[in-house]
């Protein structure tokens, strides 16, 4: 009976594997991630000491230095955890810029700061002013950067912000860039960010959650170039690499910070007359005291198919937003958001059905463009024939957000989703 | 290969599920909880909307519906969020008692508020003092209030507390009163606590992260008396009911309030103009954004043994906390560390070798005290025989922390336990 109900729930559920799942950054379903995933849950263990989990904090030591010497650290430098999320992670990063520098915060609370004023760009992820929120440094002190048509953050706004921020009292600590942004899929100038953070001594974090994974391929590395200038940097194995959810890390350049910051020194979990060296018991860094497993499907699969195995799979992904890029601009009923070739697995483009063809442009062909992607979405899901998300930005009307990240997904799964929008848009 | 690396990482690893390890709260290996384990990282799938996880954010709402009626609260009263672990569930409610006073917090921060205070016991998790210092209200204003010798909050302390730090110009907001503390497993007295609160106007948090399980079990639950009058209730599945880690549920009196707490609406994720009712996009009340499924495993567990099965299992290990009481009661060697029948599934002693028997009282025999219990547990740890936590507390030297929460322990893996301490003991 069990068993049964359990088979209804995959059933039921959507199946983020499959290849023309298009919908989240996350999909794919990596079978040696899975079986570390399964491994896990019968171990069913926790992360707080390494009298409980010796393997398994051994192993993501492993991973995050490993992490770290991709990102470009020196071998002296270097920190990091594994967190429930990308949002998590980000918060590590302004906790830790905040704690940086103005170390009081812990016992004493805001009340004894200045007024703070952190950065990020216009179409940097969500999780940055949520975490300003959460902190208590206020979503209006999260000031949101221009950036340009393609989504990456103007360095020379983030100065002129920086420099007006001063000047109307506040001290700013903080900067965040991205690499890979959500929708888009933009890298922020990390060269050039870091330069401005250097002059202004500010916190440079690189949110990589998206994009990090792209350090792992020659191809296209140089994209994140300049993020080994980061004092903290974002990245989840789960979204480019394939990892089963979840597997998310903040790497922190300087040693020591993250447990400053953080421990407590709970006596009756990390006493310090244990019999093995303490410095293994890393729970205290966190802001969790449980916490989930997440290392060890990770580890298994960078066994199993090495740096090279990871290289291929986002190679490809890649190759897949340019095929789709190149469809886009050859057939004339679909129009590019932006047209530059993609830099990150993201494409983002209209649809025009025969209805609105020869419509002229207006507020009225708009507003049936802005009902046509949900509508089509829609019935898509209806047939279970493809998911793919949507959404308007800024003043632009709902486009198609075509997410790549499944190393599954063929050519011919994109021409579907291409047939398929068409053959939907001609019944409207 | 890789399977049998697998299998090493098991051979290593500290089995939690064994009968004999006493050493941490989730212990236990739920063989239905594990299979619900598995489906969930085959569905590899994630909270944040209802698109994506349609079950499984359905699924959540009947747990956490079901929960809020065990509580007793009202039928139109009640919300919550599955978190990742009871420190988060904890900080969630320190979040939501400062939005709810000063809902300016989130848009403007710490700096246009007054300095606030915070309430909760010595004997409380740390996790009331870390999230204060991640939330930026510092841990000075998290003000311990003295314990009896049973380890329970005294009220009038709370009230005198209050009182003090109201004098000094602070502005008290929160309680939190816990049920089930981390060492001793103790109490504190919800009704009190409640009436002070509602005399101060302050937000009532119970946490319950240890002790909510007892609500199940008609024997148990008039020792959380008073947890329906909480305006916050922290509740961790995965330690007295035995699901596999993590699942850990924030529940949340007033509704509606962790939304407009935490939701930020970006439109990539949260489209206005789906075709489904969009108030099962649930994701927007949590302080992430991807989110772990926790809800499938223990939905599961409920189906297969119903609240009754619960109900046997949490007597059981209760029946092994009191087996374990009388037993070193009865036995000359062993020392209570305080003397009254367990409420819990905790149960703290010191023991005594032959060796330092006939040693007078004074600082030269607690020093050797001090020095045993980590020394035995070091040898058990060699031999693997079993596994079990020690710590001081306050001006206590090292005592052991057994916790009795497998089910699948016996009588005679108790009667283990004490043998082998005497056993090692007697080589000193």
Redesign the interface.
């Known amino acids: 009976f069990?068993?049964l109900?359990?088979l209804d729930?995959?059933k039921?559920?959507?199946r983020?594997?499959h290849p023309r799942f298009f919908?989240?950054l996350?999909s794919g379903?990596d079978v040696?991630g899975?079986?570390?995933?399964?491994?896990t849950?019968?171990?069913?263990?926790?992360m707080f000491t390494y009298?409980?989990?010796?393997?398994?904090v051994l192993m993501e030591e492993v991973l995050l230095k490993k992490m770290q010497n991709i990102v470009g650290w020196l071998e002296d430098e270097g920190d990091g955890i594994f967190c429930?999320?990308?949002?998590?992670s980000n918060?590590y990063s302004i906790?830790l810029a905040?704690y940086h520098f103005y170390p009081e915060?812990?016992?004493?609370?805001?009340?004894?700061?200045p007024?703070?004023a952190l950065f990020t760009s216009e179409h940097s992820?969500?999780?940055l002013?949520?975490s300003?929120?959460?902190?208590?440094?206020?979503?209006?002190?999260m000031v949101m950067v221009k950036c340009d048509e393609r989504g990456k953050m103007i360095s020379a706004e983030l100065e002129a912000a920086i420099v007006s921020t001063k000047k109307k009292g506040l001290v700013p600590i903080y900067v965040n860039a991205t690499a890979g942004t959500?929708?888009y899929g933009a890298f922020d100038p990390l060269n050039d960010i870091a330069d401005i953070c250097h002059r202004h001594s500010l916190w440079m974090h690189v949110d990589a959650a998206w994009g990090g994974g792209l350090l792992i391929s020659d191809r296209h590395r140089m994209k994140l170039q300049g993020i080994e200038r980061a004092w903290s940097v974002t990245w989840n194995p789960?979204k480019m690499m394939g990892v089963?959810?979840?597997c998310s890390a903040i790497l922190v350049k300087k040693r020591g910070l993250l447990k400053e910051c953080?421990e407590?020194g709970?006596?009756?979990l990390f006493?310090k007359?244990?019999?093995y060296d303490v410095s293994y018991d890393t729970g205290d860094k966190s802001?969790?005291?449980?916490?989930?497993v997440d290392a060890?499907k990770f580890w298994?699969m960078w066994?199993?198919k090495g740096s090279e195995g990871f290289e291929a799979q986002i190679n490809k992904c890649l190759e897949n937003a340019e095929y789709l890029y190149d469809q886009l601009q050859r057939r004339t009923d679909f129009k590019l958001v932006f047209d530059s070739k993609p830099e990150h697995c993201t494409v983002c483009f209209w649809y025009t059905p025969p209805s609105l063809r020869c419509l002229p442009a207006g507020p009225e062909k708009e507003a049936k463009l802005h009902?046509l992607a949900?509508?089509i979405?829609?019935r898509m899901?209806e047939k279970g024939s493809a998911?793919v998300?949507?959404?308007?930005?800024g003043g632009k009307v709902?486009f198609f957000?075509c997410v790549l990240s499944n190393p599954a997904t063929q050519q011919e799964d994109i021409d579907f989703l291409l047939d398929q929008i068409v053959q939907l848009g001609q019944y409207l």
């Open positions: 069990i068993i109900k359990s729930t995959l039921y559920g959507v983020t594997g919908n989240q996350s379903l040696v899975l079986a570390g995933e399964w491994l849950s019968t171990a069913n263990s926790n009298e409980v989990s010796p393997v398994f429930p999320g990308g949002t998590i918060l906790l905040r915060v812990k016992t004493r609370g805001m009340g004894a700061l007024q703070l992820h969500y999780s002013k949520k300003a929120a959460v902190l208590g440094l206020g979503t209006d002190n959500t929708v789960h089963p959810l979840q953080n407590l709970a006596e009756y006493q007359d244990k019999h802001i969790q005291c449980g916490r989930h060890f298994l066994k199993a009902q949900p509508w979405k829609a899901m998911m998300g949507y959404q308007p930005l709902n957000r």
